[in-house]
């Protein structure tokens, strides 16, 4: 028994047919979702934690206060070091009126520059002390992990709050190194996060320039399009679209 077919039927399945989705099909391979800004501030000075503005999972804007030191001790030093700034620039005006009467020698007003330019740099250091009695945000993002609390005596180098920047997150993918002939920059890539079940969309950013010489793989970095449902460090499927001669 013979079925014909209308014209418009033919030409709906030619067109399928000879749509991008029928000429490309998809291959499969794990990922892991990733924050390229993600980071563990320290202390840069011995102090006491005075204030602790953000608890685990707060949001926080660039330039937050995300951990406050006492710096009492540190800001006397630096009234301390300004009165010698003074004192030495006082000294050095002196130097340089004597020097223009003659009653003085050039080593002298030497000297008495030296002692001003030294004491601008004592100051200078007590400026920076200062300045890291606030340990402000990088970049906006949350908390992810307080390694401190208030009131607390922090030694220099200690680890005292990480942060995530959790609204540019990309995704980590491992494929064969056989893919290397159809992938490439800018092509889209689907994923199918593990848990929660959710999808989501992004990019190929970069390739790795390195193939792995034992398993014969390749890294993939996908910068994602912002979703609220995205966490660093979920596993994905990610799902790629190849031409069909692949």
């Known amino acids: 028994m013979q079925v014909k077919l209308s014209t418009g039927v033919v030409a709906t399945c030619l ?3 000879l749509s991008p989705l029928a000429a490309a099909q998809t291959f499969e391979a794990r990922a892991v979702i990733t924050a390229p800004h993600r980071a563990i501030l ?3 000075l011995a102090a006491r934690v005075a204030s602790l503005p953000f608890k685990v999972g707060e949001r926080f804007s660039k330039g937050d206060v995300v951990v406050g030191l006492d710096c009492a001790l540190y800001e006397a030093q630096k009234s301390r070091v300004a009165a010698e700034v003074r004192a030495a620039r006082i000294k050095r005006d002196n130097a340089r009126e004597l020097s223009a009467l003659n009653s003085i020698g050039e080593m002298d007003v030497a000297l008495a520059q030296s002692e001003y330019a030294q004491a601008l740099a004592e100051l200078k250091i007590a400026d920076l002390n200062t300045d890291r009695c606030e340990i402000r945000a ?6 992810v992990s307080v390694l401190t609390r208030a009131h607390e005596n922090i030694r220099q180098q200690q ?3 990480e942060v995530v920047a959790d609204q540019q997150l990309e995704a980590e993918v491992v494929v064969p190194a056989a893919w290397l002939t159809w992938l490439e920059a800018g092509m889209s890539v689907h994923f199918s996060i593990d848990e929660p079940p959710v999808s989501a969309e992004g990019a190929i950013a970069a390739v790795s320039p390195a193939i792995d010489a034992v398993s014969q793989t390749v890294l993939l970095r996908v910068s994602l399009q912002n979703n609220p449902n995205l966490i ?7 799902v790629f679209a190849a ?3 692949q």
């Open 42 to 44: 320290s202390g840069e």
């Open 232 to 238: 660093p460090g979920m596993s994905a499927t990610a």
């Open 138 to 143: 990088p970049w906006d993002g949350r908390v």
């Open 243 to 245: 031409p069909v001669s």
């Open 159 to 161: 680890e005292l709050i």
């Open 15 to 17: 067109t399928w047919l």
